[in-house]
């Protein structure tokens, strides 16, 4: 199970961090953990994803500079920190798990998670 928290409403140009804790649920493999949001009628996207070693980031060109992900294995848990958050921002962000067991490889493709939390809606008000 993903537990994902940290939404709420804010106003353009504030911050947020996003937390995702895996719990219940022992995964026998290296894992990378994403982040995907979506809006209503629209597919859900890709904004970040770090690889088992922390290694290894990658970033959707639209959060590029603006966004941070961070992951505590001891935690199972992956972040989030959003920082000039711009109303586009605003959607329902999921985490993700990979479970691809390599130490320091990314994939960015939602068809290629496994496991994906409930969602936390965040909202940027202009």
């Known amino acids: 199970q993903l537990q994902a928290s940290g939404g709420g409403l804010v106003q353009a140009g504030g911050s947020l961090r996003l937390s995702c804790a895996a719990s219940g649920h022992t995964f026998n493999h290296k894992y990378a953990m994403g982040w995907f949001r979506q809006t209503p009628g629209k597919e859900r996207e890709f904004v970040a994803v770090i690889s088992w070693s922390g290694v290894v980031t990658t970033y959707a060109d639209h959060v590029k500079g603006r966004f941070t992900i961070s992951r505590d294995n001891a935690k199972n848990t992956v972040y989030l920190q959003m920082n000039t958050l711009k109303p586009e921002d605003t959607a329902v962000h999921y985490c993700?798990?990979?479970?691809?067991?390599?130490?320091?490889?990314?994939?960015?493709?939602?068809?290629?998670?496994?496991?994906w939390g409930q969602g936390t809606q965040v909202t940027v008000s202009s």
């Open positions: 993700a798990v990979d479970l691809m067991n390599e130490e320091s490889r990314v994939r960015v493709d939602k068809i290629f998670y496994d496991f």
